[in-house]
């Protein structure tokens, strides 16, 4: 019944001009014709009539006012955007984003809706990855433009394009029995250096083929080294049935001098997001160089663990 109501009484811009034109057209008559017959009948203006005409004649431009006043709120709510993307739209702030990781502030900062934000993190609750930056491009509402704009600062790690498996070695191994030659495989008890040991090496031991030494050599080159074992787990490795054959030489660390690296080289680590790296120089450039990184421990960009495994990478000289 209201929207009956809405679309029988409704008026154009144009006829509500009209409407207005006429009504004025009728005051004048109104006023011209009161005119004429207190003229016929002789009778002059008097002082409380003129007040009289006066008080009439601003209540119809206070009329006229609010014609026009309604007629501009009216076609400012129907040319309002109805739609919530377009609402919740906030100016990004442009930095390397990992989506398989970040939070939903994060997102929010790069300059997707909140609804959007929300989405992308049930996506990944439910096991959902994005293996690839063009996968990002799949987000329902996301538009090109925007797609776009985030597309140099989208970073996926290597352990991201890894799809998991039933079974990881056995499948890497069969794989790779069926298109190279059958590799002599070491005894057991033997021992490899994980921080030293190329690809060919990492073959040699049993459960690991081409694919999962690349995987270890490519990761270890982006950490700077491994510290301990239980590292492998980030890249989706059981580190359990590698424990026997690995050994590690600390020494054979890179790490980062972090009163010389800029914000780029040190968000390029695992450890080290855009966000951190950034407070790390900052901190560098307000108070001089690093000796250590307790005066993070207050930082909300650093949590305990973060600062323990991130201090074992970074050079303070």
């Not at 309604?70 to 739209?89: I, M, T, V």
């Not at 538009?143 to 600062?153: C, D, F, G, Q, V």
Request: with cysteine; glycine share 6%.
């Amino acid at each position: 019944m209201r929207r009956f109501f809405r679309a029988f009484f409704y008026f154009s811009r144009s006829e509500r001009r009209g409407l207005v034109v006429w009504l004025i057209l009728i005051f004048l008559v109104i006023l011209v014709n009161g005119i004429y017959s207190d003229r016929q009948h002789g009778i002059s203006f008097t002082e409380k009539g003129l007040e009289v005409q006066e008080e009439a004649v601003e209540e119809y431009r206070a009329f006229v006012a609010s014609v026009r006043r309604r007629e501009a709120e009216e076609e400012q709510r129907w040319s309002r955007p109805w739609n919530g993307y377009l609402q919740d739209k906030v100016e990004p702030v442009l930095a390397p984003f990992n989506p398989n990781t970040v939070d939903s502030v994060t997102f929010r900062r790069l300059g997707l809706p909140g609804w959007m934000a929300r989405n992308i993190l049930r996506y990944r609750e439910k096991g959902g990855k994005f293996r690839h930056p063009e996968d990002f491009r799949k987000i329902y509402g996301l538009t090109e433009e925007l797609y776009r704009t985030l597309a140099p600062y989208i970073r996926i790690t290597q352990a991201d394009t890894v799809r998991p498996r039933p079974s990881l070695f056995l499948v890497d191994v069969q794989a790779d029995s069926l298109s190279r030659p059958i590799i002599e495989k070491y005894a057991p008890g033997t021992k490899v250096d994980l921080n030293r040991a190329d690809t060919a090496e990492l073959k040699k031991i049993p459960g690991i083929g081409s694919g999962i030494a690349r995987l270890i050599v490519g990761y270890r080159q982006r950490l700077g080294g491994f510290c301990h074992i239980g590292q492998l787990r980030e890249i989706n490795l059981d580190d359990s049935k590698l424990d026997e054959w690995f050994v590690i030489d600390s020494s054979a660390l890179v790490r980062i001098p972090v009163n010389r690296a800029g914000v780029t080289r040190l968000s390029r680590h695992p450890y080290i997001n855009f966000y951190q790296a950034k407070a790390l120089v900052e901190y560098r450039k307000k108070h001089g160089p690093l000796k250590n990184l307790k005066p993070f421990r207050l930082y909300e960009e650093f949590t305990p663990t973060d600062l323990e495994r991130i201090a074992r990478y970074l050079s303070f000289e």
